[in-house]
C-alpha cells in the first residue's frame, strides 16, 4: 500500500460546478497537509496549508482534513477554465520537513 | 513565501554527459530539498540538504549519479550524472518558508536526455 492514495483521474466538469478531489494515506504521523496546483510545464504552486484535523477555506477553495479516516479533500466551488490543472496532495509528520506526494488528479474545466 | 530561482529551466543534454542545476533562494533557508518528476508522474524526493552537511539521499537515489552541493543558506547545485533517457524528468528544488515552514517550489528544471 502506498503511503499517499489519490484518483488520478482525469476528472472533466463544466465551468461553475463544485470539484471534490481527495487524497488518503496511511501513516498516522502526517500532521502536515497540502495542496498544490500545477499547470502543465511549470512547478507546484501552493493552494492550501492544514495542520490536523479540520476545515480552511480560502476563496473558492477549501480543504478538509479528518485524521480518524486519513482522508483529506479540497473542494473547488464555481470551478473556472483557468483552475484546470494538476491538484497534488502532500504531506508530512513535521513542519518544513519533505512531503510525501500523491499521484495528483488532472482537472479540465471547460466553458 | 520564498521565491526559487532555478538555472537552467530546461536543456537537452547528450547521453553520458552531466549537467548541473543551480537553485537560488530569495532568503535564507535552513533545509532544500530536490525533487523529481517524471514524465505523467508524481514527485518523488531524491535528496535533502543541510548547509554544512552532506546531503541525505531517499532509497534509489545515490551520490555518485546525484551529487548535491550547499555551500550557504541561499544557494544549492544538483548534478545528474552520466545521464541516460530515463534520466528525462522534472527536476524541482524545495525549500521551507514563512510561517509553519512551508514547503516552496522553484518552477523546475526540464531536462530531456538524448
Known amino acids: 500500500q502506498k503511503e499517499v492514495e489519490q484518483d488520478p483521474g482525469p476528472l472533466s466538469v463544466p465551468e461553475g460546478a463544485i470539484v471534490s478531489l481527495n487524497c488518503t494515506y496511511s501513516?498516522?504521523?502526517?500532521?502536515?497537509f497540502m495542496w498544490y496546483r500545477q499547470y502543465s510545464r511549470k512547478g507546484p504552486e501552493l493552494l492550501m496549508y492544514?495542520?490536523?484535523?479540520g476545515n480552511k477555506e480560502d476563496g473558492r477553495f477549501t480543504a478538509q482534513v479528518d485524521k480518524s479516516s486519513k482522508y483529506i479533500s479540497l473542494f473547488i466551488r464555481d470551478s473556472q477554465p483557468s483552475d484546470s490543472a494538476t491538484y497534488l496532495c502532500?504531506?508530512?509528520?513535521?513542519?518544513?520537513?519533505?512531503?510525501?506526494f500523491g499521484k495528483g488528479t488532472t482537472l479540465s474545466v471547460s466553458s | 513565501s520564498a521565491v526559487i530561482s532555478q538555472k537552467p529551466s530546461r536543456d537537452i543534454c547528450q547521453r553520458g554527459t552531466s549537467l548541473t542545476i543551480q537553485c537560488q533562494v530569495d532568503s535564507q533557508v535552513t533545509m532544500m530539498f530536490w525533487y523529481r518528476q517524471q514524465p505523467g508522474q508524481s514527485l518523488t524526493l531524491i535528496a535533502t540538504a543541510n548547509q554544512g552537511s552532506e546531503a541525505t539521499y531517499e532509497s534509489g537515489f545515490v551520490i555518485d549519479k546525484f551529487p548535491i552541493s550547499r555551500p550557504n543558506l541561499t544557494f544549492s547545485t544538483l548534478t545528474v550524472s552520466n545521464m541516460s533517457p530515463e534520466d528525462s524528468s522534472i527536476y524541482l528544488c524545495s525549500v521551507g518558508a514563512g510561517s509553519g515552514n512551508t514547503i516552496y517550489f522553484g518552477e523546475g528544471s526540464w531536462l530531456t536526455v538524448v
Open positions: 492544514t495542520y490536523s484535523s
Open positions: 502532500a504531506m508530512s509528520g513535521q513542519a518544513g520537513t519533505a512531503l510525501i
Open positions: 501513516n498516522s504521523a502526517f500532521q502536515y
